[in-house]
């Protein structure tokens, strides 16, 4: 296990290590804006599974991704309708994640098997930094084992998992606070599956300004 610690001065190199580490089937854990993640490109199925693995995940949980642009969507999802683009629009980047219809071909470990995949651009941080170099989707699933508290520094990812994970980006200590809301917009009615940084008056009042009549759960 490799530990890079983020400067200014080193920015740049270590997105491009972090990328060319994904690229390669890595895993590796980095500050996102609240708690430190654990990632991989999305794709590698081998590099998936030992996520799983690692982080004791159940397998009935999806995986969610963070993405640079709004475009790379249509790699993970069949289609956005209207109603996604508008939480897009608004919400974007920052701590909104969106349930949307998943590719047939995207792998069960980020589906569970729901036909729907998770995805935000995230808010300013590491994370988003990391997502737009990439420019491709990256598993971005909390730094803890299953039903632990996320992690909030690298010297937690390191109790977690030592040598298990591959790469750790050293952004200091993250702030913490309350996780992304997740809301699922495959169908009619808006479901709000986990209320985190955007309450859900907040997205009550946003559907208001789209005249948006159908029920929100």
């Known amino acids: 296990m490799l530990l890079i610690k983020i400067s200014e001065t080193n920015l740049e190199q270590a997105l491009h290590h972090a990328v060319d580490s994904l ?5 590796i854990a980095y500050p996102t804006e609240t708690f430190y993640g654990l990632g991989t490109k999305y794709d590698i199925e081998g590099s998936l599974k030992k996520l799983y693995d690692i982080k004791q995940r159940p397998k009935e949980k999806p995986m969610p991704l963070i993405i640079g642009n709004k475009e790379l969507l249509s790699d993970v999802a069949v289609s956005v ?3 996604a683009l508008s939480f897009i629009e608004r919400f974007w980047p920052g701590p909104l994640t969106l349930i949307l219809p998943a590719k047939e071909n995207l792998s069960e470990y980020i589906t569970a098997g729901t036909g729907k995949v998770a995805a ?3 808010g300013e941080s590491f994370a988003l930094s990391l997502a737009k170099t990439a420019n491709f989707p ?3 699933t909390s730094a ?3 039903g632990m508290p996320p992690a909030q520094d690298a010297d937690a990812v390191i109790r977690y998992f030592g040598d298990k994970i591959d790469l750790i980006f050293d952004g200091g200590f993250a702030t913490g606070g309350l996780p992304s809301t997740i809301v699922d917009v495959t169908g009619d009615e808006i479901y709000i599956l986990r209320e985190g ?4 008056e907040s997205i009550r009042k946003f559907l208001n300004t789209l ?6 759960s």
């Open 138 to 140: 990256i598993i971005a």
């Open 81 to 83: 309708n209207l109603l």
């Open 211 to 216: 005249d948006f009549s159908s029920p929100l």
């Open 197 to 200: 940084a955007i309450s859900r």
């Open 144 to 146: 803890n084992l299953s």
């Open 23 to 27: 690229r390669n089937g890595s895993i």
């Open 120 to 122: 935000r651009i995230p």
